[in-house]
């Protein structure tokens, strides 16, 4: 059962993007990533119009206003019949993800209404609040600006957000490779059908007790911290994961363990069982993009190329950016003009953005910027 807990959100921005961080005692217990010039629409209700119906898919696509790709609606035997053109009112169930488009549900009994967005969905900032009570940190005044109004009595403005650690906890969710508690590791691997998390004990294993015995206890206790990296990661769909050193038979026994360890997760991920290779097999709700894909898609580098603008700018005053972008780099910073326009919070000047088709389509280089004064 997810709880509610008082602890602070701890935002660290920069152009375009908040990364909000819950740090208790030691531990990063919740992250996530809100960009308000580019929301993911998840929640989000739309007015659209029936583009194509796909029978062989069992649903239809369905055109929505503003948005560059068609969501898909799947159709249930008891749904009305559609027809192409009809326009139809949907809300959005799962970002889109990769090269697929939203995933859309009806919304039934809605009164007739003009084409387009109808109500936006809530923030990652948003749904972070409901699970935590605490102040929320916030250490640009710009973006303290953008909390909604329901929020903002919760708001402290701070010098810094995050410390080093906090830093540093985030920086490893960017990272396959995993410390467990007892010395174990795990290397958690995304796929596009799946993610595979394998455990590995190593020589963590107690000598002194039975094999069987000393792997399973290893076992059992690493499962709490893998279920948090999945959490934190959103790592969603089908999830394998290998125990280290157990037998088929004696893998069966922590179906309890990992039931106990999920009971935490917002997203009320199932463990399915135990498949006859002896793998555990959990499937997560897919709702929105999980954080390696947001980080390596072409908004996230781009995003990445304005954290450099302004850690660069830093205590630099007068400079004029010049960031150099591939392609489609610069698409992306064009479709996010608001990330565009927060540098000169912290530089002081616009920034200028040059397409070179010679680089590498998702690679810039930050040109020394002039001084105004020069």
Known sequence: MVTVTDAALRVACSPGLARIAVFENGTLKDFGL?????????GAVFRGRVGKLAPTLGGAFISLPGFDSDGFLPLKEHH????????????????????KGPRLSLV?????????????????????????????????PAF?????????????IVP?????????????????DVSLPGGMTATITPTPA????????????????????????????????IVRQVVL?????AILIDPAGLSTRKRQALRDCVDSALESDPLRARCLGITALGLIEIVRARTRAPLHEELASPHGRALAALREVAAHCAGQSGLRPVLKTGTTLARALEEDPLAVNDVTVWCEHPLTIVSDPSLPPLSWNLVEGRSARD
């Open 108 to 140: 039934p009994d809605t009164p007739a209404a003009s084409p387009g967005l109808l109500k936006p969905g809530p923030s990652a900032l948003e749904e972070m609040a409901q699970r935590w009570t605490g102040d929320i940190l916030i250490d640009t």
């Open 34 to 42: 809100w960009t308000p010039g580019k929301p993911d629409l998840l």
């Open 194 to 225: 799946l993610v595979a998390i394998d455990m590995d004990s190593g020589t963590a294993a107690n000598a002194s007790l039975p094999k069987q015995t000393a792997q399973f206890a290893l076992n059992r206790d690493a499962l709490p911290e």
């Open 233 to 237: 990661r959103n790592l969603s769909g």
């Open 80 to 99: 009305p019949s559609l027809c192409e053109g009809e326009a139809v009112t949907v809300c959005v169930t799962r970002a889109p993800m990769g090269n």
């Open 144 to 156: 303290a600006a953008r909390v909604p109004s329901r929020l903002r009595e919760r708001v402290r």
């Open 160 to 176: 810094q957000a995050w410390d080093e650690d906090i830093a540093d906890a985030v920086e490893a969710l960017s990272v396959p």
